[in-house]
């Protein structure tokens, strides 16, 4: 799967979504006035002496064109109105999409072994797909099997699961539901996703108000005489014609969802097997949908309005023309053609009721004992013992998956630990800046204490040298694990971090290259959890239109590189195709402009970035090979970008051809 094209197609599917939303509202403002001039209509032309109405010719007297643009202009800055704040209130990060409807944060201190697994499972993916490891969020009223993933973009995304997803697939078939939800971060479907919930949500607003106005009837039932006279049930009938027009409002949502959602999940299904090179996994997850009572159902209150997110239909539906995704067996067949029909079967897990707050109950509760004592006391602690293989797939305790990560990695256990809680990884981030020389140094430890962080300068200074000693390619992952527990802090706590921070990397009086590229990918990355964060939005269409910013961009990387700089950047245009591309003076490539620079790159077309960062990394890899540095460098650059994938630069291969 070309994740470029993913995202391009995503984009198109925008275009097709604001077709299909100017058609809906269209639609809307002639129900609005037909309802209105039935509601003139019925007030004015009874007669109640005569009991008699005027004909049709005097109700379509009502419709007139002044009466139909102020209508329109009404339901029109209403649907607008109400699209625009839904979109402000889900634009600000996947968290507030998983909280909505009732998830709760997983802790990366969770004994709870089944939120173990899924954490594995989710930094698993993350490593795959060269990103960093987005929060877990557990639905735990739900037992349907369902996930889903949120957010505008991968800085800000989450992922969402339902407790019953990590209570009864095995671990090779939650795999391919959590590389199912990456792909829609990966390709750009969440944007989508949010804007359509947001449109929809403008559409389906003057049904809400419909439904405001009936309810008003009972006002009505115990007013006095004169009112019930004199017309008072109008209004109520006005609500029930404006929720009529909701209701086919809804409808024309239904049909929206369903036009735009349906492919993408077959693309995400695609995508999912390419990431996990294995099509049983999600494949079997399906079949275990289909054969379990609560199937792929969701409950929570906010669930009908983001239906189109999740990987499984959460409701019935009657009519498949308004489903938002594809049937089952269609779904399974895709994956496996070999398919004989038969859904696999899942004894229901019955589990006590786990916590409705974040960090209650999670750490050092003794979980497993409690729950041991709950089945064992309703008699079905034996079905869950009896399976061994079942207990297995949930994998090592929490210490064995920590000495799993350091080997995977290549880092010491103890900064894993540390990577796993706000102050040690706050700790290990700014050890990562400080200077060789002792005298910035000092400096750099009174930043520390002047920060107001209890216990920051003395842990900095134990982990110092360690991570001195940290090869230069093991720099990434370890800020990478780091991101989880950085996220977990207060919007106070993390502007004073931004400020530490930078203050770490001025107090030598200069930036380098690589400290605004540590900076720009912790920024990027934990921006969105706590400000609202303006993604880049894609407006030029051929690189022509950036033509200096590139040359900014590879003009620096090319005096940073290993090789000669003029031939390093003529290496670098010629494969963008632009031989008339000049190497820029050293004056002119300063760091401000090179930051400048690649924003607005990341402002391209989805299918312009491919070559952009081919030719960056041609010029950042002059010898023919890309260092760990360079490497680190250029992912930097990929994440500023919006696009840290394993599609591009994660799977370019160490040695440049």
């Given at each position: 799967?070309d994740?470029?094209?993913?995202q391009?197609?995503?984009?198109?599917?925008t275009?097709?979504l604001?077709v299909?939303?100017?058609?809906?509202?269209a639609g809307?403002i002639l129900?609005?006035?037909?309802m209105?001039a039935?509601?003139?209509?019925?007030?004015?032309?009874?007669?109640?002496y005569?009991g008699?109405?005027?004909?049709w010719?005097?109700?379509l007297?009502?419709?007139?064109w002044?009466?139909?643009g102020?209508i329109g202009?009404g339901?029109?800055?209403?649907?607008?109105?109400?699209?625009l704040?839904?979109?402000?209130?889900?634009?600000?990060?996947?968290?507030?999409?998983a909280?909505?409807?009732?998830?709760?944060r997983?802790l990366?201190?969770?004994r709870?072994?089944?939120?173990r697994r899924?954490?594995n499972i989710?930094d698993e993916?993350?490593?795959?797909a060269?990103m960093p490891?987005p929060?877990?969020?557990?639905m735990?009223?739900e037992?349907?099997?369902?996930?889903?993933?949120a957010?505008?973009?991968p800085a800000?995304?989450?992922?969402?699961?339902?407790?019953g997803t990590?209570a009864h697939?095995k671990?090779?078939?939650?795999?391919?539901?959590?590389?199912?939800?990456?792909?829609?971060?990966l390709?750009?479907?969440?944007r989508l996703n949010?804007?359509?919930?947001?449109?929809?949500k403008?559409?389906?607003?003057?049904?809400?108000?419909g439904?405001?106005l009936?309810?008003?009837?009972?006002?009505?039932?115990t007013g006095?005489d004169?009112d019930?006279?004199?017309?008072g049930?109008?209004?109520?009938?006005l609500?029930?014609?404006?929720?009529i027009?909701?209701w086919?409002?809804?409808?024309?949502?239904?049909f929206?969802?369903s036009?735009?959602?349906?492919?993408?999940?077959y693309?995400?299904?695609a995508?999912?097997?390419?990431?996990t090179?294995?099509?049983?996994?999600?494949?079997d997850a399906?079949k275990?949908?289909?054969?379990?009572?609560p199937?792929?159902?969701?409950?929570?209150?906010?669930?009908d309005?983001?239906?189109?997110?999740f990987?499984?239909?959460?409701?019935?539906?009657l009519?498949?023309l308004?489903a938002?995704h594809?049937?089952l067996?269609?779904?399974?067949r895709?994956l496996d053609?070999q398919?004989?029909?038969?859904?696999?079967?899942?004894?229901?897990?019955?589990?006590p009721e786990?916590p409705?707050?974040?960090?209650?109950?999670e750490?050092g509760?003794g979980?497993?004992?409690?729950?041991?004592a709950?089945?064992a006391?309703?008699g079905l602690?034996?079905?869950?013992?009896?399976d061994?293989d079942?207990?297995?797939?949930f994998g090592?305790?929490p210490?064995?998956?920590?000495?799993?990560t350091?080997a995977?990695?290549k880092?010491?256990l103890?900064?894993?630990?540390?990577?796993?809680?706000p102050l040690?990884?706050?700790a290990?981030?700014m050890?990562l800046?400080?200077?060789?020389?002792a005298?910035v140094r000092k400096v750099?430890?009174?930043?520390l204490?002047?920060?107001?962080?209890s216990?920051l300068e003395?842990?900095?200074?134990?982990?110092?040298?360690g991570?001195?000693?940290l090869?230069?390619?093991?720099?990434l992952p370890?800020?990478?694990?780091c991101?989880?527990?950085?996220k977990?802090?207060?919007?106070?706590?993390?502007?004073?971090?931004?400020r530490?921070?930078?203050g770490?990397i001025r107090?030598d009086?200069?930036t380098?290259?690589?400290?605004?590229?540590?900076y720009?990918?912790?920024?990027?990355?934990?921006?969105?959890?706590?400000?609202?964060?303006k993604p880049?939005?894609?407006r030029h269409?051929s690189?022509?239109?950036?033509?200096?910013h590139?040359?900014?961009?590879?003009?620096?990387?090319?005096?940073?590189?290993s090789?000669?700089?003029?031939?390093?950047?003529?290496?670098?245009a010629?494969?963008?195709?632009y031989?008339a591309?000049?190497?820029?003076?050293?004056?002119?490539c300063s760091?401000e402009?090179?930051?400048?620079a690649?924003?607005?790159?990341?402002?391209c077309?989805p299918?312009?970035?491919?070559?952009v960062l081919?030719a960056m990394?041609?010029?950042?890899?002059a010898?023919?090979t890309l260092?760990?540095?360079e490497?680190?460098l250029l992912t930097?650059?990929?994440?500023?970008?919006?696009c840290?994938?394993?599609?591009?630069?994660?799977n370019?291969?160490?040695t440049i051809?």
């Amino acid at each position: 799967m070309d994740f470029f094209a993913r995202q391009d197609l995503a984009r198109r599917n925008t275009r097709l979504l604001t077709v299909l939303f100017l058609l809906a509202v269209a639609g809307l403002i002639l129900l609005t006035n037909a309802m209105v001039a039935a509601f003139l209509w019925w007030g004015d032309s009874y007669n109640l002496y005569a009991g008699q109405r005027g004909g049709w010719r005097e109700f379509l007297s009502y419709f007139n064109w002044q009466r139909f643009g102020g209508i329109g202009l009404g339901v029109g800055a209403t649907v607008a109105m109400v699209s625009l704040v839904k979109w402000l209130q889900l634009a600000s990060g996947g968290k507030v999409v998983a909280e909505a409807m009732g998830g709760v944060r997983v802790l990366s201190q969770t004994r709870d072994r089944a939120e173990r697994r899924c954490l594995n499972i989710v930094d698993e993916m993350a490593l795959a797909a060269g990103m960093p490891v987005p929060p877990v969020y557990v639905m735990n009223g739900e037992r349907g099997i369902n996930a889903f993933a949120a957010g505008i973009s991968p800085a800000d995304a989450v992922i969402g699961v339902t407790r019953g997803t990590i209570a009864h697939l095995k671990r090779h078939e939650l795999q391919g539901v959590i590389a199912h939800e990456f792909s829609h971060i990966l390709n750009g479907d969440m944007r989508l996703n949010i804007r359509l919930a947001a449109l929809l949500k403008g559409i389906t607003f003057i049904g809400d108000v419909g439904y405001i106005l009936m309810r008003s009837s009972s006002h009505h039932r115990t007013g006095n005489d004169r009112d019930r006279s004199s017309g008072g049930p109008a209004l109520p009938l006005l609500g029930a014609g404006l929720w009529i027009t909701g209701w086919l409002g809804g409808l024309a949502a239904g049909f929206i969802k369903s036009a735009i959602s349906r492919q993408k999940e077959y693309l995400a299904d695609a995508c999912a097997v390419q990431y996990t090179r294995d099509n049983t996994g999600i494949a079997d997850a399906l079949k275990v949908i289909g054969g379990y009572l609560p199937g792929s159902l969701v409950h929570a209150a906010r669930a009908d309005e983001m239906s189109h997110i999740f990987f499984g239909q959460i409701r019935h539906q009657l009519w498949q023309l308004f489903a938002t995704h594809p049937p089952l067996p269609q779904r399974i067949r895709r994956l496996d053609p070999q398919w004989d029909g038969q859904y696999l079967e899942r004894q229901v897990v019955h589990y006590p009721e786990h916590p409705a707050r974040p960090g209650a109950g999670e750490v050092g509760v003794g979980r497993a004992a409690l729950v041991t004592a709950a089945l064992a006391v309703t008699g079905l602690a034996r079905e869950a013992t009896a399976d061994a293989d079942a207990d297995a797939d949930f994998g090592p305790e929490p210490d064995q998956l920590e000495e799993a990560t350091a080997a995977r990695h290549k880092l010491p256990l103890a900064f894993i630990r540390y990577s796993h809680e706000p102050l040690g990884a706050t700790a290990l981030v700014m050890a990562l800046l400080f200077s060789p020389d002792a005298s910035v140094r000092k400096v750099q430890y009174a930043l520390l204490r002047d920060s107001g962080v209890s216990g920051l300068e003395d842990l900095a200074h134990t982990l110092r040298e360690g991570v001195a000693q940290l090869d230069p390619g093991l720099r990434l992952p370890l800020i990478e694990l780091c991101l989880p527990a950085l996220k977990s802090q207060s919007a106070d706590q993390y502007q004073q971090f931004k400020r530490t921070l930078l203050g770490l990397i001025r107090a030598d009086r200069r930036t380098d290259l690589l400290e605004w590229s540590l900076y720009q990918l912790l920024r990027h990355y934990l921006d969105p959890e706590f400000i609202q964060v303006k993604p880049a939005t894609a407006r030029h269409r051929s690189l022509d239109k950036v033509r200096y910013h590139l040359r900014v961009v590879l003009s620096m990387l090319a005096y940073h590189g290993s090789g000669e700089a003029a031939a390093t950047f003529r290496l670098a245009a010629d494969e963008l195709g632009y031989p008339a591309l000049q190497l820029l003076p050293v004056a002119d490539c300063s760091l401000e402009a090179f930051a400048r620079a690649v924003h607005q790159l990341a402002d391209c077309y989805p299918l312009l970035k491919p070559p952009v960062l081919k030719a960056m990394s041609r010029a950042a890899s002059a010898d023919g090979t890309l260092s760990p540095v360079e490497r680190e460098l250029l992912t930097s650059l990929a994440a500023v970008m919006d696009c840290p994938l394993p599609g591009t630069l994660g799977n370019l291969s160490t040695t440049i051809p």
